[in-house]
């Protein structure tokens, strides 16, 4: 067992015999009192958030969490079929895991996923993918005076805003974790 002192953003503990991720602690030490850790917590399962109180050098269970990088082959129902590169073997998992990000997956592309035993409970996108532009209305020669965005569509079927310069047949650069236009890929 470890203690609260060997917390850190992303770890995996038990708490309440729930598996849950570290969010984001805090050490506090107010005025007479004794120090505590306020934990934010998200429950994997259940994806439901949660704060605790620890005392300071409380025991806290850490759970052994594996990473994988896994190929992303194709989506099969509200599955996606990945492929580990070494092994070959071909592994389903949710796609909910990806969250926002899942819209952006091309084929091919490397993800990585984090396993508790054989269960995948965790799975990241890569943080930026280029993706090309399929379709996207043209823009007016000379309306760039101001910021303004007009909505097209990526190969990946995903619709994005992009600015009015960008045209159809273009690669541009896209952040998986806000689904944002990032830039134009040369």
């Excluded at 050490?27 to 109180?53: D, I």
């Excluded at 990088?69 to 099969?76: G, I, P, R, S, T």
């Excluded at 965790?122 to 993706?131: D, K, N, Y």
Aim: aromatic share 10%; proline share 3%.
């Amino acid at each position: 067992m470890a203690s609260t002192s060997d917390l850190f953003k992303g770890a995996f503990i038990k708490y309440n015999n729930e598996l849950c991720q570290v969010l984001e602690y805090v050490h506090r030490t107010p005025g007479n009192l004794r120090a505590f850790y306020q934990v934010s917590l998200r429950n994997v399962k259940t994806g439901k958030q949660m704060e605790n109180r620890y005392r300071a050098g409380e025991a806290i269970e850490f759970i052994r969490v594996d990473f994988k990088e896994l190929q992303f082959l194709y989506k099969d129902g509200t599955s996606l079929v990945l492929m580990d590169q070494e092994s070959f073997d071909q592994i389903y998992v949710d796609g909910l895991l990806f969250g926002d990000a899942e819209k952006f997956l091309k084929e091919g592309m490397i993800v990585k996923v984090s396993f508790e035993g054989d269960n995948a409970i965790g799975a990241e996108a890569p943080m930026f993918v280029e993706l090309e532009i399929t379709y996207t209305e043209p823009g007016v020669k000379g309306d760039t005076a101001t910021n303004t965005l007009k909505p097209a569509t990526v190969e990946t079927g995903a619709e994005i805003m992009i600015p009015l310069f960008v045209n159809i047949g273009e690669k541009i650069k896209i952040d998986t974790r806000t689904g944002g236009y990032v830039e134009r890929v040369k």
